[in-house]
């Protein structure tokens, strides 16, 4: 398997609270992508990086925003959160043709 | 706009037969990548196989193996002997030189034993 992880793997959070889903990758890997499925569903790209203070929104638009300060590490973080951002968020980093994701991040906003 | 399409939502296949999975695709882009993942249920998405748009020769992976047919933009996915593992939802997806991967909307594949 890839060596790229995300944390946590599921969330249950309040409506309004701040949270970061982290996701690292220990491959060097320049690239680096965040995406949005819901159960069953397609993934929608919502952000990616081509490197280091390299960050581009997606075609799906998103309220949370992202950095990119170390090639290894790609935070997404969402201000408030809402029941409209429970899904999973997948994380996946990529030095060439073929993308590794991590496992996931379950979110649910009660 | 690139678009990547998946016609069956659902397949199901017997233990040990085959099945192939459809998928088209629209790029304008003359250089370019299409994939198909596998993700199982509650695991991480993996890469099954992939095909260089400029090879005209359909790539294999054990056995897994695809029909390529660059002017209908044709890339489905042919599992032989499927086992039990292969159940999955499987995505087709490509990617051009502008580096971003389109995903189509996944096939869930079920394997009846």
């Known amino acids: 398997e890839a060596d790229i992880y995300q944390t946590p793997r599921y969330l249950v959070i309040g409506t309004g609270k701040k949270i970061t889903l982290e996701c690292s990758q220990t491959m060097g890997h320049d690239k680096m992508y965040w995406y949005q499925q819901d159960p069953g569903m397609e993934l929608h790209l919502i952000h990616y990086?081509?490197?280091?203070?390299?960050?581009e929104k997606g075609d799906l638009s998103s309220e949370s925003t992202v950095s990119r300060i170390r090639t290894e590490h790609f935070p997404l973080t969402l201000e408030s959160a809402r029941p409209s951002h429970t899904s999973q968020y997948l994380c996946?980093?990529?030095?060439?043709?073929?993308?590794?994701f991590g496992p996931g991040t379950r979110l649910t906003v009660t | 706009a690139q678009t990547v399409t998946q016609s069956q939502p659902e397949m199901s296949v017997q233990e040990a037969e085959t099945v192939t999975l459809s998928c088209t695709y629209d790029t304008s882009e003359s250089d370019y990548y299409l994939f198909w993942y596998k993700q199982p249920p509650s695991r991480q998405m993996i890469l099954v196989i992939r095909?260089?748009?400029?090879?005209?020769q359909n790539a294999t992976e054990n056995r897994f193996s695809v029909n390529f047919q660059k002017a209908a933009k044709s890339f489905s996915l042919k599992i032989s002997d499927s086992q039990l593992g292969d159940a999955a939802m499987y995505f087709c997806?490509?990617?051009?030189?502008?580096?971003?991967?389109?995903f189509g909307p996944g096939t869930s594949l079920s394997v009846i034993p």
């Open positions: 997806a490509a990617r051009t030189s502008y580096d971003k991967v389109i």
């Open positions: 996946a980093s990529s030095s060439g043709d073929e993308q590794y």
């Open positions: 990086s081509y490197g280091v203070n390299s960050t």
């Open positions: 095909q260089e748009a400029y090879k005209q």
